[in-house]
């Protein structure tokens, strides 16, 4: 993938070069900035997944019909299987203000931001914002243990702020532990991470930056409100346990609310067929902690589940979904998909889980 990703920097990067001495030359306006004015003045943003893309919208407010926000994950697609295109690639480097995961996930994009030119450029890393907030992968009792995910050996490179610091060598954190990248499912951390994006943005736009400094305030009361009722189910609730029977992401929650978890895999996982004895222990799991539900995510076959409750004693467990929000379209997002409103919908589903 390493290759594919340089030919692709390499092909856009030239194209662009290309495009912009021939709109020079054919258009001298164009030099002068008097040419397409008003589509320029726009902040360009660009980020990769859905819950980056609505915590910018709400940070902007009214400045949202003034700026390009774009979401390069729109297609249904996972952060995990996600492979930019040549679009998406042009539309980085063309952007202002970049806000990505940072995990493992995201290697590819260190090749991506070496090339580009705009050194005002503003990068957000979430991993980096998280700084020691990020937890490492675990693996727990019953689980499969992760395999190799062959992410050719890309290099990292956390940086969250100015463009300057993108040529750093990340060759040292090769044989370091991975984290977990799935940070966007904590409605605490999440607050910090608004923030952090609300000041990048008035690092691009400094004319606004008060404005977004009150809007994320404004959105974090929301995020704290919802994770205040995340606290009162869970206190409330007779059962103190969820189980998976699928991949899971959602270990930075889980941990806010000091619940604990059994799954088929971990949330990078790339398996997606259980073992007998993974099955098995689920199913004793089950039986054992008198589940009424199993949990799965989003888009995954319920394949596993189903075989888990064959092989429970009672067999009559509820299957149900809660959405880890890595693989929101952009056609959800037209029928009026929200960051919060997935996570209130999650609150329910938990809810029930632990009744």
């Not at 736009?205 to 205040?228: G, V």
């Not at 990078?268 to 004895?277: G, K, L, N, T, W």
């Amino acid at each position: 993938m390493k290759k594919t990703i340089l030919a692709l920097v390499s092909v856009v990067c030239l194209s662009l070069g290309l495009l912009s001495g021939c709109s020079n030359a054919k258009n001298p306006a164009a030099m002068s900035g008097s040419a397409s004015a008003e589509h320029s003045a726009k902040l360009k943003v660009v980020t990769t997944i859905f819950p980056e893309y609505d915590w910018i919208r709400n940070i902007l407010g009214e400045q949202l019909d003034n700026t390009e926000v774009s979401m390069l994950l729109d297609n249904g697609v996972d952060l995990h299987s996600y492979k930019p295109s040549a679009a998406d690639i042009k539309k980085i480097v063309e952007s202002d203000v970049f806000v990505y995961v940072g995990g493992e996930s995201d290697e590819w994009v260190n090749d991506v931001l070496k090339q580009v030119s705009n050194k005002k450029q503003v990068v957000v890393n979430l991993m980096e914002l998280m700084g020691e907030r990020a937890k490492l992968e675990e693996t727990v009792e019953g689980m499969e243990g992760e395999h190799d995910h062959d992410h050719d050996g890309a290099e990292e490179d956390h940086t969250y702020d100015n463009h300057d610091a993108h040529d750093q060598d990340a060759d040292e954190h090769e044989d370091e532990a991975e984290y977990d990248e799935h940070v966007w499912l904590s409605l605490k951390h999440a607050q910090h991470l608004v923030q952090g994006i609300a000041n990048a943005l008035g690092t691009a736009d400094p004319s606004h930056a008060q404005m977004y400094t009150r809007n994320a305030k404004t959105y974090n009361k929301e995020l704290q409100q919802l994770s205040d009722d995340y606290q009162k189910a869970v206190d409330g609730a007779t059962q103190k346990t969820l189980l998976f029977a699928d991949r899971f992401p959602f270990r930075y929650l889980v941990d806010d609310y000091g619940l604990s978890y059994y799954a088929a895999f971990s949330g990078c996982s790339a398996e997606s067929e259980a073992s007998f004895e993974t099955i098995r222990f689920l199913a004793d799991k089950t039986d054992e902690l008198g589940l009424k539900t199993l949990l799965t995510i989003e888009h995954a076959s319920p394949a596993i589940a189903e075989t888990v409750r064959a092989n429970t004693k009672t067999k009559n467990q509820t299957i149900a979904v809660m959405d880890s929000l890595q693989s929101t379209t952009a056609a959800d997002v037209e029928a009026g998909a929200n960051y919060l409103k997935t996570m209130k919908d999650n609150l329910e589903v938990l809810k029930a889980a632990l009744a």
